[in-house]
């Protein structure tokens, strides 16, 4: 299939690479840029928890940052915990892979810690953790040190759209998704960015695109890239 990825520039890359090496061919569209966030960490802190890659390298270079790396990180899955451990964290332990998982692990494993626990975040989030944790007695506190921001929609996307060889995109977020449809519009090929068949992770970044009036959406049973590649191969089918 021909597939768009519109994730940043580094997670694009990687997806892009894993499709490629199940012969389809990408186009890479960041339509999201992610910037890091300047925030406080100082406190006593029981562990850190993170449920995106991109956490651990936005407070890479942050001397308050840094003094988090000897605690415990609980990851939302394997790609996060890699990126925890390449930042410089040590004893981290991934979940399967959603927030339920991470949930239950950490009620595992934490469950007598007497300081709470710090929350890496993103601005935009789909699911409260720390009132998750807090069911299961857990306290944990939250601090955003990273935000997606809106890029401008590629050129190359929109000739791609226009000349009818795209055959689906693959969202990743209601952001981007938003971020699609808008970006679309603004070039003039809403109508065909539409027509496209659409991947995406989760039934709220399918939202916008439903909203909008595309007729071809598939879910990815969970929230990781491994399901949505799979959607992708049954839709193909």
Not at 123 to 129: G, I, N, P, Y
Request: hydrophobic share 50%; with cysteine.
């Amino acid at each position: 299939m021909r597939l768009v990825v519109t994730r940043p520039q580094s997670d694009s890359e990687r997806t892009a690479a894993a499709l490629r090496a199940r012969g389809h061919e990408v186009l890479v569209a960041p339509l999201m840029r992610v910037e890091p966030v300047a925030g406080n960490f100082s406190g006593g802190w029981g562990g850190v928890i993170i449920t995106s890659a991109n956490a651990p390298g936005a407070i890479a270079d942050s001397p308050a940052g840094k003094a988090l790396f000897k605690l415990p990180l609980f990851a939302v899955g394997r790609r996060s915990a890699d990126a925890a451990r390449q930042a410089g964290f040590s004893n981290v332990t991934a979940a399967g892979g959603d927030v339920r998982d991470l949930v239950k692990l950490i009620a595992e494993r934490h469950a007598d810690a007497s300081a709470p626990l710090l929350y890496l975040a993103g601005e935009d989030r789909a699911a409260d953790l720390v009132a998750e944790l807090v069911v299961h007695d857990i306290a944990a506190e939250m601090a955003v040190v990273y935000r997606a921001a809106s890029a401008l929609f590629p050129p190359a996307l929109s000739a791609a759209l226009q000349a009818g060889e795209v055959d689906a995109v693959l969202h990743f977020s209601k952001r981007s998704a938003e971020t699609y449809l808008a970006g679309a519009a603004q070039a003039g090929v809403a109508k065909q960015a539409l027509a496209v068949r659409h991947i995406c992770l989760s039934a709220q970044a399918a939202e916008p695109l439903a909203g909008a009036g595309a007729g071809r959406i598939a879910i990815a049973p969970r929230p990781d890239e491994a399901a949505l590649i799979a959607s992708l191969e049954r839709a193909q089918g």
